[in-house]
């Protein structure tokens, strides 16, 4: 697979904040991939110097193969759907995808059959005539996601998209994001601070202080930095003596007793060992949050 | 990038700029507060008040009441249209809405140049002055139509050349601080200021000679000034030659000094060109000073 985005030792000071420090990472065509941080992590510093928002003070940036030196090549391919919404709030729907398409050099014709498409795709029928303020927030989002897609880049960035949306419009808007990548060989680079939409990547960056703390794929990640858990809802008494024994730690309440491993293998190796002191049990992965915590020696939660 | 779809984004760009001003129903009607002031001063006491200014000139004479009308009228209209130009062109910026709004982030993060984004506000604002500025004329000519025309095609076209060349002075002016604005405070303080001090610095309000003597001077220093005092020849000029059919040469010179029709540069005399070069080659070098300052900020973003 081909890299679409590759990044190399990229630096962005301010002043003596190290906003970016020197990192180093690539997109392949068609992944989802998350940039993984808390709030001033670097994350929208690189996000921004990408799209030609800010400078870079050293290193490289390609997109497409084309250095980001020469923005004007790089933004026809690149959609972005930002945090809080950018589009006109006193204009329509219609008005404001209309406008915005026009800055991509395409025509009214060519305007309309890409509308259409998402028309038909999204349901934007009845309310492409409504003022953009006027609508909820969840069709906000929708008409922000059309926006950015209106051209058919090649690249959508996701600036923390689902960030003060409620459960029921973070899932509309995954649906959206999965559909289109589903039927286009659409590459999505996400910055989040949500665990759940890191953990759907197919590869995730954990940038902590301006540094990359940690990358790979989910599963990589859970494997090199989570712990493996067994909960035992069914059990032998004796087994508290045996981990008091071996100094494994475990937590003990009135439901499960909760089992710490480093590892899967060692997990079940334990399980292979005293398999007749359990009756009812589960093994469980760690988390994107144990990851998170164990990479960086800071909650996630905390922050969002 | 060709020149041709570059255009293209521009004149999309600059009507999506002018149809959100005239969307946004208070940055609209705040733009209108100085002429709705003026009319509605007109009507309750500036236009009697002009009359009288008007009758003690011509003390002894019978002056026809169509002229004086004709008279007052073009006073309103030369104001409403010399204060207009500056104001709406300071009160209908987009610039600083879309920096607010963020909407300015969007346009950057797409294939356009930042120079054809700020023009388009430049060219949005002049567009929308110039409406409500050729509005504002036609509701005069209107009104004028009604109550004694005397107005000259020549009149006519130095008052719409006026309009053009005032209108880009103010918007010029205008967007040369908007470039260092990302506050609504500070747009809505400057639109509140300007148009409750222009009409009385460019000499709209009251006539210039009732100033003192050192506002006299500094008036004289500001090129609104001399765009009032072709305002004022434009909607003026075509009455007063009626009324020097019956006033003497004195009177007919008293009322053009006393009303602004004709205006002087520390005792001298400015003709007509003269006041069409002053503001022309002010407005100039205010494009030269904002094309510097574009030029500046863009080679210290590329740092």
């Known amino acids: 697979m081909s890299h679409i985005i590759e990044i190399k030792n990229l630096k962005k000071y301010f002043g003596d904040t190290k906003a970016v420090d020197d990192i180093s990472f690539y997109v392949?065509?068609?992944?989802?991939?998350?940039?993984?941080?808390?709030?001033?992590?670097?994350?929208?510093?690189?996000?921004n110097i990408l799209v030609g928002l800010l400078t870079k003070d050293s290193g490289e940036c390609f997109v497409n193969?084309?250095?980001?030196?020469?923005?004007?090549?790089?933004?026809?391919?690149?959609?972005?759907?930002?945090?809080?919404?950018?589009?006109?709030?006193?204009?329509?729907?219609?008005?404001?995808?209309?406008?915005?398409?026009?800055?991509?050099?395409?025509?009214?014709?060519?305007?309309?059959?890409?509308?259409?498409?998402?028309?038909?795709?999204?349901?934007?029928?009845?309310?492409?005539?409504?003022?953009?303020?006027?609508?909820?927030?969840?069709?906000?989002r929708k008409v922000d996601i059309v926006r950015a897609l209106i051209h058919?880049?090649?690249?959508?960035?996701?600036?923390?998209?689902?960030?003060?949306?409620?459960?029921?419009?973070?899932?509309?808007?995954?649906?959206?994001?999965?559909?289109?990548?589903?039927?286009?060989?659409?590459?999505?680079?996400?910055?989040?601070?949500?665990?759940?939409?890191?953990?759907?990547?197919?590869?995730?960056?954990?940038?902590?202080?301006?540094?990359?703390?940690?990358?790979?794929?989910?599963?990589?990640?859970?494997?090199?930095?989570?712990?493996?858990?067994?909960?035992?809802?069914k059990y032998d008494n004796e087994i508290i003596e045996i981990l008091k024994k071996d100094h494994i730690p475990y937590k003990k309440d009135s439901k499960y007793l909760e089992i710490k491993f480093k590892n899967t293998d060692d997990a079940k190796n334990f399980l292979v060992e005293h398999s007749t002191l359990f009756s009812d049990i589960e093994i469980v992965k760690g988390s994107m949050d144990d990851v998170f915590l164990t990479v960086t020696g800071k909650e996630l939660k905390e922050n969002v | 990038m060709s020149k041709q779809s570059e255009f293209r984004r521009l004149t999309y760009l600059t009507s999506r700029n002018i149809k959100l001003y005239f969307k946004d129903k208070i940055t609209f009607l705040v733009s209108l507060i100085t002429p709705l002031i003026l009319l509605v001063l007109f009507v309750v006491f500036l236009k009697s008040?002009?009359?009288?200014?008007?009758?003690?000139?011509?003390?002894?004479?019978?002056?026809?009441?169509k002229l004086i009308d004709a008279f007052t009228g073009g006073w309103l209209f030369s104001s409403v249209l010399?204060?207009?130009?500056?104001?709406?062109?300071?009160?209908?910026?987009?610039?600083?809405?879309?920096?607010?709004?963020?909407?300015?982030?969007?346009?950057?993060?797409?294939?356009?140049?930042?120079?054809?984004?700020?023009?388009?506000?430049?060219?949005?604002?002049?567009?929308?002055?110039?409406i409500i500025a050729f509005v504002l004329l036609l509701i005069g000519l209107i009104y004028l139509a009604c109550v004694g025309f005397y107005?000259?095609?020549?009149?006519?076209?130095?008052?719409?050349?006026?309009?053009?060349?005032?209108?880009?002075?103010?918007?010029?002016?205008?967007?040369?601080?908007?470039?260092?604005?990302?506050?609504?405070?500070?747009?809505?303080?400057?639109?509140?200021l300007v148009s409750a001090l222009y009409g009385f610095i460019c000499g709209a309000y009251i006539p210039i000679y009732t100033m003192g003597k050192g506002m006299q001077g500094f008036v004289s220093l500001l090129p609104g000034t001399y765009a009032t005092v072709l305002f004022r020849q434009g909607f003026l000029n075509g009455v007063i030659n009626e009324m020097g059919k019956t006033l003497p040469n004195e009177m007919i010179d008293s009322i053009a000094n006393g009303f602004d029709v004709k205006m002087s540069f520390f005792g001298h005399d400015?003709?007509?060109?003269?006041?069409?070069?002053?503001?022309?080659?002010?407005t100039l070098v205010l494009l030269g000073i904002f094309l510097l300052i574009n030029n500046l900020k863009k080679k210290k973003t590329k740092k």
């Open chain 1, 65 to 140: 193969n084309t250095s980001i030196d020469d923005i004007n090549k790089i933004l026809p391919n690149i959609g972005i759907v930002f945090q809080s919404s950018v589009l006109d709030k006193n204009l329509s729907v219609y008005d404001n995808l209309r406008y915005r398409a026009m800055l991509y050099g395409m025509n009214k014709k060519e305007f309309e059959a890409n509308l259409e498409y998402f028309i038909n795709k999204l349901d934007l029928q009845e309310i492409l005539k409504k003022q953009f303020d006027k609508l909820s927030g969840g069709q906000k």
């Open chain 2, 270 to 282: 400015v003709s007509t060109i003269g006041l069409i070069l002053v503001i022309t080659i002010s």
């Open chain 1, 28 to 47: 392949e065509t068609g992944n989802l991939f998350a940039f993984l941080g808390l709030n001033g992590a670097g994350k929208s510093t690189t996000i």
């Open chain 2, 82 to 130: 010399a204060t207009s130009c500056i104001t709406v062109a300071f009160c209908s910026g987009m610039m600083v809405i879309d920096k607010i709004n963020r909407a300015n982030i969007d346009f950057l993060v797409s294939p356009v140049k930042k120079s054809t984004i700020q023009l388009s506000y430049v060219l949005a604002n002049l567009f929308s002055t110039l």
């Open chain 1, 152 to 233: 058919k880049p090649k690249i959508l960035i996701l600036d923390e998209p689902t960030t003060g949306l409620d459960p029921k419009t973070r899932k509309l808007v995954w649906d959206m994001i999965n559909e289109f990548r589903k039927t286009t060989n659409l590459t999505v680079l996400l910055t989040t601070h949500y665990m759940e939409e890191a953990s759907i990547a197919d590869n995730v960056v954990i940038i902590d202080g301006g540094k990359i703390v940690a990358e790979g794929s989910p599963l990589t990640l859970k494997n090199k930095y989570a712990s493996d858990f067994i909960k035992a809802y």
């Open chain 2, 151 to 192: 107005l000259t095609f020549v009149d006519f076209l130095l008052i719409v050349f006026n309009i053009v060349i005032t209108s880009l002075f103010g918007t010029i002016l205008a967007n040369i601080i908007w470039t260092f604005t990302l506050s609504q405070g500070v747009v809505s303080g400057v639109c509140t």
């Open chain 2, 49 to 65: 008040t002009y009359e009288d200014s008007l009758l003690s000139i011509t003390v002894g004479f019978n002056l026809d009441q």
